[in-house]
Structure formats: C-alpha cells, structure tokens
C-alpha cells in the first residue's frame, strides 16, 4: 500500500514552509519519516481532510460539466437528425448549436432578470415598510410602545380601574 501526499512541515529553529513529497509503503516508514522531518500528525491529517475536500468539490464541479456536455452533444446530435439530409452535417451541427445556446442564453438571461426584479421589489417594500413603520417599533422598556394614544388610553383605564375600586371599598 503506497501513500503519496504533500505535507507541510514545520522547522523547529525557524518558521518556514518545507514543502516535502514523501511517498511509502508500510505504517513503520511513515513513523520514521515523520519523526525524522519534524512534522506532526495534526498538519498531516489536516492536509488529507483539505485535500479529501477539494478532491470532492473538484469531483462534483467536473461531473457536473460532463453531464452537461453529454446533455448538449445528445441534444445537438437529436437536433441535427432534424435537419434535412441536403445540409452536410458538420453545418447542420454548427447551426443547431448556435441555436441551442441562443435560446439557452435567452432563458438562462430571463430567469435571472425575473429573480432579480423580485428580489428587488421585495428589497424596496421592506425598506418602504421599515421606513413607514419607524414610530411603532418597540422601545427599550419592556417592549411597550410609547405613543400618545396608547398611553392615554392606558391611563384613562387606570383611571376608571381606581374609580370601581373606590365605589366597593
């Protein structure tokens, strides 16, 4: 079982980068080579979850284009089966390409401009909102709102409230 990896290894009398390729077949030599380099297990372990991670990322990103490739070489072939047999075929490809990416380009290009004039709209009501509703907002006291009503109101049921208290005492 061979191991390849690129650690980074840490100088004990100065802090500089030394970039090693060490390559070996057996859990012995890998001790041996890590001690006698200096470099400890964290760093190595760190660099195989770092590059486990962007192998994975890398991995994702080009299937994806070779799905997208396949799709596009399958729909340009469809496509030029559709176009009659008196147009040579390397045209025919050529033309019915160029009319996928327009009409690809077109609603890529539209789903964006709607998406962002929504997002637009619902920035400007919120800002539109906010700004409206400034005066109604809680306040540090526990929530309550400080308007004149509301609290004329309050004091004219506490009013009220001490008056019926009186009436039965």
């Not at 500089?16 to 001690?35: G, I």
């Not at 486990?52 to 072939?77: C, H, M, P, W």
């Not at 009501?125 to 400080?146: E, H, L, M, V, W």
């Amino acid at each position: 079982m061979a191991f390849v990896f690129n650690p980074i290894c840490y100088s004990s009398t100065s802090f500089t980068y030394k970039p090693q390729t060490l390559a070996f077949s057996s859990q012995s030599r890998f001790d041996s080579l890590l001690k006698s380099n200096k470099c400890s297990m964290i760093s190595i372990v760190q660099t195989r979850k770092c590059r486990s991670r962007i192998y994975a990322a890398q991995s994702n990103f080009f299937r994806v284009l070779q799905t997208a490739y396949k799709v596009g070489k399958d729909g340009i072939e469809a496509g030029t089966s559709l176009v009659p047999e008196s147009v040579p075929r390397p045209i025919a490809r050529i033309s019915v390409a160029v009319v996928g990416a327009t009409i690809v380009l077109f609603l890529l290009k539209s789903f964006l401009s709607t998406a962002f004039f929504f997002l637009a709209t619902a920035g400007l009501i919120y800002s539109a909102f906010i700004a409206f509703n400034k005066d109604d907002g809680p306040t540090t006291g526990g929530g309550t709102t400080t308007s004149n009503t509301t609290t004329s109101t309050d004091e004219e049921t506490l009013e009220e409230a001490r008056r019926i208290m009186e009436k039965y005492k």
